[in-house]
């Protein structure tokens, strides 16, 4: 199935679902309107003992608060529905390129990075936002982290490679991840990170269990006419009047408990998607033994989480918090089984919110494949050499039917490829559609290109220098200061895959070229390979002085007939032509 056959399908699918959903939500509307007023009218019509009036309302809320569940049961699956549209339209987006109005991950970005800003991994229109269909806040951070820092996960190349193959064929997988995952996001937020202890004392246990007994007895007494009803309403609002009495507390540890917790109480359906799920790779069988413990299995502890903080909420309806309170001194009761809960799995919170960040940002990047299926993994190559080879590579953000795709020759360590070309000729495009595709080949995604062999190394680059007028640096400084980290870090032994753009563009033409010169002498005796593009064509003499670490290419603008032409197509040697002059006499800027 092509990826518009399955969005189109999910789409239709989602709105007769919704369609239905809505019918048994206007249904379960009616009965519980019935419900009540059922209830009120037999409470106040009929006359009869204290006791059995009480009986009347207890039952018809009962039932009412029942019908309320399965209300909010369908509304929660109507949401999942319009998730699950939510999701595939913006993949659709991200399929056709449009990405204006997506996330841009700004928030990620880590200043002065080796070489996020130079090729727009955050921002609008960003690689970040063609790859991040992630549906909860943890896989996010994570796959931005994955990004900017892909020598943390190199190791696991191959793996990571076969995880997110076989996502990419679990089409229904991947969807009900991202549902679920948009539904279990909260946008509560703890004070602190600790949770605050709330641990009952011994007399609080003992009532906990002693006082709904003692009610039940009253009840008991009342009916067979030992004591009168009204000591079942004193002994009712006692007890309330008990519940009542730490209730400010009460609140403020609901709220910290709820943010704290709300990640994981509200993953139930992502744990069980998680743990019905048959998989063949090892990243993601080790990712779904990490949700089983002795005890049991995540979605059902998760869910048990979800009822406690759920059944605390109900201190926010007048009359739920009225009746449970009184029959069952309700608070107390559930901050006493969450500090249970706590005691035998707090020490897997952490751990479980990592295994579905990962399988958020896996899932991502198998959406990324399963979108552009023209796309090819690479080939990881254990060469120590080698850094990177690609038969006809392309930039991913730009569209395939507009895009001039290149080769990448093989680029060794301690060589480097001196590109040469007039403005515009399509320099700046390469040294960025190197650098992506190198990029998303070490985080294990497919690349633009018919083919790619690399071996994982760290990526630095100059692309994009800013001067900094709050550190009183200009732009040639903060160059400086760039290509000195650069040095430094490969003199200490660090590989390094590095790609600049015109260097030393903030001095002077003689004292560029000498610099330039100089920097690539230092440079091919170091443990680094790259791509360094210029306009000074003297640079490319290099290669008569280094025949076997240096390579010149050039992109060439032709003139015909008072027009200027691009081919955007890579080719050997030094540039032989120009076009600023002809264009400002073209633009009448000059005569």
Known sequence: MTPQD???NAIDNCQNRIKDLKKKSAWTAFARLFVFTATAVCAFSINCAGIVTFLIVAVGLTVFFFLTKISSRISNAIDIEKAKQKWVRQNIDRMNLNLS??????????????FASDIDIFGKSSLFTLLNSTSTKGGEKLLADWLQHPERISNDVEERQKAIQELTEKCDFRLNFAATGEIAKSDKKAKSEEIPSFRLNILQKIAIYALPLIFLTMCVLSALNIVSGNAVFWTFFIILGLASLQAKRVGSLHEQISAIGADIARSSEIFKTIENAEFKSAILKDLQHQIHTEQGK?????KQLSRYINNLDQRYNVFGYIIMNGLFIWDWRQLNNIDKWLDKHQDHIEEWKSVIANYDALCALASFSFNFPQFNYPTYETDS??????????HPLIPSDRCVRNNIKLLKEKSFFIITGANMAGKSTYLRTVAVNYLLAEIGAPVFADSMKFTPTHLYTGLRVADSLNDGASYFFAELKRLETMVKRAESGERMLVILDEILRGTNSIDKQKGSLGLIKKLIHLPVGGIIATHDLAVGTLADAFPDKIQNFRFEAETNDDELTFS???QSGVAQNTNAFFLMKKMGIID
């Open 6 to 8: 399955f969005y189109k």
């Open 101 to 114: 109005e997506l996330p841009t991950g700004e928030q990620f970005a880590e200043p002065n990075h080796d």
């Open 298 to 302: 995540a979605s059902v502890f998760s």
């Open 385 to 394: 050499e080698s850094i990177v080879e690609a038969v006809n590579a392309g």
């Open 568 to 570: 955007y197509h890579l």
